[in-house]
C-alpha cells in the first residue's frame, strides 16, 4: 500500500519561474492537505482541498500561488514567477473521506518537495 | 497560531523512556492531542492522538490529564533512531477543516 507520493522531490528554479509540485494522495483518500516549511520552522497550513474543491486556502499567500485536486490525477501546487522567499520544503498530506468522527482522522504526510530558487 | 507549547529540546539516554510534554490549556472538548514527529527533513509521520483516555500502540503512549491541558507522549525505550523534532498539536476544527496547527516542536537528541 503506497504512501502519500509526492514529486519532484528536489525543485530548483530561477526568480520569475513557475514551479509544479505534484501530490499523490493514498489510495482510498480524498482529502489533501498543502503544508509549508520554512528552514528551522514548523510546518505551515497553506490550503485543504477535496476532489474538485477547495475547501480551506486560509493558508495561502494571496498572489502567485494557487492549487487544485482535479477528478483524475494528482493535486497540484503552483507557484507562479517564484522569489527567493519561496524556497522551502513543500510537504502533502492526505487523509480518508469521513465517514465517522472527521475530526479523528490522522493525515498522513509525504517525503515533501524541496524548492530551491536561485 | 499554535494552541500547544512544548520545552525547546531534551535529551534522553538511550534505551531509557523519554518523556516529552506539551500544554494544550486552551483545547476545547471536543478537540483531538495528535503527535508526530519528523526525523531530519523527512515528511512527518504520525505517532498517536487521543481525546481524553491514555492511549498505547507500537511506538508509544499518550498521557492525557484529566482536565485535559496538557499531555505527555511516552516513548518507552529510546533508540538513537528515536532523534527528531516532535510535534503536538491539537486540531483546528473552528473553520471546519481538520487542518493542523504546527508548534515548533521539541527537538529530542537520543544519546548513546
Known amino acids: 500500500n503506497a504512501g502519500v507520493m509526492q514529486n519532484p522531490r528536489h525543485l530548483v528554479r530561477r526568480r520569475g519561474q513557475e514551479a509544479r509540485l505534484r501530490c499523490s494522495p493514498m489510495k482510498g483518500h480524498s482529502h489533501v492537505y498543502w503544508y509549508r516549511q520554512l528552514p528551522e520552522e514548523g510546518l505551515k497550513f497553506m490550503v485543504y482541498?477535496?476532489?474538485?474543491?477547495?475547501?480551506?486556502e486560509s493558508g495561502m499567500p494571496k498572489e502567485r500561488f494557487s492549487a487544485e485536486f482535479p477528478k483524475e490525477g494528482p493535486s497540484i501546487l503552483r507557484i507562479q514567477q517564484v522569489v527567493r522567499g519561496d524556497s522551502a520544503a513543500y510537504f502533502c498530506a492526505s487523509s480518508p473521506p469521513g465517514y465517522r468522527d472527521r475530526d479523528s482522522y490522522e493525515q498522513y504526510f509525504g517525503p515533501g518537495t524541496r524548492l530551491t530558487v536561485t | 497560531d499554535a494552541k500547544t507549547t512544548q520545552p525547546t529540546s531534551m535529551d534522553c539516554a538511550e534505551g531509557r523512556a523519554a518523556n516529552l510534554p506539551c500544554n494544550h490549556s486552551?483545547?476545547?472538548?471536543?478537540?483531538?492531542v495528535y503527535w508526530y514527529r519528523q526525523i531530519h527533513s523527512q515528511g512527518p509521520q504520525y505517532i498517536i492522538h487521543g481525546l481524553k483516555n491514555n492511549e498505547t500502540n507500537e511506538m508509544a503512549s499518550l498521557i492525557i490529564t484529566e482536565d485535559r491541558k496538557s499531555s505527555t507522549l511516552i516513548l518507552p525505550h529510546a533508540t538513537l533512531r528515536d532523534t527528531a523534532v516532535y510535534y503536538c498539536i491539537v486540531r483546528d476544527l473552528t473553520s471546519g477543516t481538520y487542518k493542523y496547527i504546527f508548534g515548533t516542536g521539541t527537538r529530542l537528541k537520543v544519546l548513546a
Open positions: 482541498l477535496q476532489k474538485e474543491n477547495i475547501i480551506d
Open positions: 486552551t483545547i476545547s472538548g471536543n478537540e483531538y
